[in-house]
């Protein structure tokens, strides 16, 4: 009982920690594969400096899966707030082809942590 009642202390003081540094990082994950920093070189995803405003499918030196290098949208809040919260489905409703496909899984990163990621974008430039 004593094990478990440590391991369930330890287990939650993790999700706090977690959850601590993901607020004050807003883009922790986004990390994996992106980069933030001007001409830093791409990752599995493109380089997001400056991102906000640009036309999608033009960071210099990124293989863009089809769809982004035809349908090119502009980053703006809306268009970034529906990307960071499920990328396959905005890709489809962007381009407006239910068949598009993109490389980035879904993010679920939605509502306020949307707009926090969306704020920190803006910054770039």
Known sequence: MKTLMLMMATLGMMLAWTGESQAADPVAKCKVCHTFDKGAPNKTGPNLFGVF?????????????????????????????????????????????????????????????????????????
Not at 58 to 81: C, I, Q
Not at 96 to 115: E, F
Request: hydrophobic share 35%; glycine share 6%.
């Open 53 to 125: 405003g640009r036309k999608a499918g033009m960071a210099e030196g990124f293989n863009y899966s089809p769809v982004m290098k035809t349908h090119a949208w502009t980053w703006d809040e809306e268009h970034l707030r529906k990307w960071v919260c499920n990328s396959p489905e905005a890709a489809k409703e962007f381009s407006g082809d239910s068949s598009a496909r993109v490389r980035m899984p879904p993010q679920r990163k939605c509502g306020a942590d949307a707009d926090a990621i969306i704020a920190f974008l803006k910054t770039l430039h």
